[in-house]
């Protein structure tokens, strides 16, 4: 069971302090959401968990290792994956072969593996073929299997996008806003889902940035509130959004 | 008839050259979406590789021409590790990137001419030996370039056809923040593909250079053969590269029957300029939805 520690950690950008000294904890089994303001720096946190960006100072701790400002392959390899704010998919490859690629990792172990190990190339083509079509049947996605991913509409091209997080195997699941832009049954599909794989699999941690707060009431475990880069305020959910401050700062209420 | 059925038989050979060009391009140009310029740098370097192995080690050839290619590739790799992959990570924008690239080719180039002189310097002295097919004639560095490169070109495609890792050096192309956040090592990637490009544009010089010679300059036309070919023939498609490069040999061809040779960077330059115009995703590309352009 790995959990993700957040220790003090600081990032400046142009001399404007982006995230400052913030500290949290996310445990496994649970589906933690981080919400806050625009520009609260929420996102520039999940850049620094993923190595994007360098972290200044502080500590990221996954499981019992560090992480901190390791190569960003290496951090998803070793579990950490990401869905992007702005759904990225490979637009010329196959819904397909999109979601193959999150499996590729195994085989990149020195830049010829996959030349001169032919046999075992074959049994792990087979693994990754049987678990793209299972990841993309999750999403409901299988008939469109060879479309390629830049034909497919916003909502599909999201879900694929989660495909193929789930095809990685990653054990830390970093969620940017996964439902905005979609209609109300795709929600729905994704809130499914979501709860889909926390009960399936309870070492997975997910972490959930998202401005919708019927979103986070219906999902969300835990509460994380940022704002000017610090953490304000956080606690289970129904207590965080019920918080006066809160509601002042975020909600408008 | 007969002229046209040799110049068509030329047209062949000179594909094979120029496909091999338009891989060693299009490898860099699909995988990381910038116009690699030095390109033309490695080829020279390949070349001129042998000639100082040759001239002035006195190798062997067969010796020589093993450290020319390993040359070009040392070269290619290293201007990938010391210009391109550090510009890159400081956020360069892929105009930086060319230039730098420019920067390259000029730099490489005019050190070779520093060294070596800028006459053409022959690698294979006397008459080549020649055959005759009919009335067509075909010398024995022609078949030597038709085998080298069609076989190199279709075995590349055998093995790249359904291999995972090419899969990933192409993804790259499209989205590498994305690749790196799926646990692919980009470093690595783009390393083989340095390493792979080279190979191609250091054999295509090697072949080139054995029946010509060499001088220090010619490096920008092979350049401009090889991206001519890509966005031709489609960035994203490998055959579409070979179709390409085909397609400028043929009508190189074609101009030579009826004009001279002189006019073949203009029939180069002419249909880049008309495919771009008429069909910008390449002439053997899918046609794509208004909406994924």
Known sequence: MKGLKIKKLSKAMNGLKIVEQVTANFLPGRITALIGPNGAGKTTLFHLITSELKVDKGEIVYGDETITNLPPYLVARKGVGRLFQDIRVFGNMTAFENVATACYGPCFETPWFPFFNLKRMKSINNDIRERAFHWLNFVDLAEKKDHPAASLSYGQQKLLAIARLLAGGFSLLLLDEPTAGLNPVMIKNVLRLLEKIITEDRSKTVILVEHNMGVVNEVADWVYFMNEGRIAFFGRTDHVLGDKEVREIYLGL | ?293
């Open chain 2, 1 to 293: 008839m007969i002229l046209l059925s040799q110049l068509l038989l030329n047209a062949l050979v000179n594909a094979a050259i120029f496909s091999l060009l338009a891989v060693g391009f299009g490898l860099i140009y699909r995988s990381m979406r910038f116009f690699y310029i030095a390109y033309g740098a490695v080829y020279v370097i390949a070349s001129y590789a042998v000639v100082a192995a040759m001239q002035i080690s006195g190798f062997p050839l067969y010796l020589s021409i093993g450290a020319g290619v390993f040359l070009g590739v040392l070269a290619g790799v290293l201007m990938d590790r010391t210009v391109y992959l550090p510009l890159e990570r400081s956020g360069a924008t892929p105009g930086v990137l060319l230039i730098a690239s420019l920067g390259l080719y000029i730099l490489a180039v005019n050190a070779v001419a520093l060294i070596f002189g800028n006459e053409v310097k022959i690698l294979s002295r006397g008459i080549e030996p020649s055959f005759s097919l009919g009335p067509l004639v075909i010398t024995r560095m022609q078949v030597i370039q038709f085998l080298v490169g069609w076989i190199l070109v279709t075995g590349f495609w055998l093995i790249i056809r359904k291999n995972t890792l090419m899969k990933g050096i192409w993804a790259m192309g499209e989205t590498p923040n994305l690749v790196t956040a799926l646990g692919l090592p980009c470093g690595l990637m783009r390393l083989l593909v340095f390493a792979l490009s080279s190979v191609f544009a250091g054999v295509a010089s090697l072949v080139t250079a054995l029946d010509v010679g060499i001088d220090p300059h010619v490096g920008m036309h092979a350049l401009l053969i090889g991206a001519v070919a890509v966005i031709v023939g489609g960035v994203d498609v490998y055959w579409g590269w070979i179709g390409g490069a085909s397609l400028l040999a043929l009508l190189q061809g074609m101009a030579v029957w009826q004009f001279s040779s002189r006019w073949n960077d203009l029939i180069t330059f002419g249909i880049l300029i008309i495919t771009l115009l008429f069909r910008p995703q390449g002439l053997f590309s899918p046609r794509k939805r208004r909406e994924e352009r």
